[in-house]
């Protein structure tokens, strides 16, 4: 199992900057953590993502914009969002996948609002 913990979301403006973390219990067989979000009537979709294979892979619409970033040491993952737009709004989740079977883990959510 690996527990994930977020923090950092909240309400900004359009422009605005915020910083999302992620603290994972362990890091033993964990390959890949990133970051996903699911708006209102959306699908959950991937933001950004490092893997030890592929490195760093971000959705089109936030290249440019958002940086995802690890702390190994801390086994912890973050998610910089600069030039936020109203529709960044969304439930934003830290994911984790690991072991042999690739079992992804998510945390609980933390809410990003970006008012126009």
């Known amino acids: 199992q690996v527990q994930l913990v977020e923090s950092g979301g909240g309400l900004v403006q359009a422009g605005g900057s915020l910083r999302l973390s992620c603290a994972a219990s362990?890091?033993?067989?964990?390959?890949?953590m990133g970051w996903y979000r699911q708006g209102p009537g959306h699908k959950r979709e991937m933001v950004a993502e490092?893997?030890?294979?592929?490195?760093?892979i971000y959705a089109e619409h936030v290249k440019g914009r958002f940086t995802i970033s690890t702390n190994n040491a801390k086994n912890a993952v973050y998610l910089q969002m600069n030039n936020l737009k109203p529709e960044d709004t969304a439930v934003y989740y830290c994911?984790?996948?690991?072991?042999?079977?690739?079992?992804?883990?998510w945390g609980q959510g933390t809410q990003v609002t970006v008012s126009s």
């Open positions: 362990r890091s033993q067989m964990v390959y890949a």
């Open positions: 490092i893997t030890k294979s592929s490195g760093t």
């Open positions: 994911n984790a996948r690991a072991g042999m079977m690739g079992t992804n883990y």
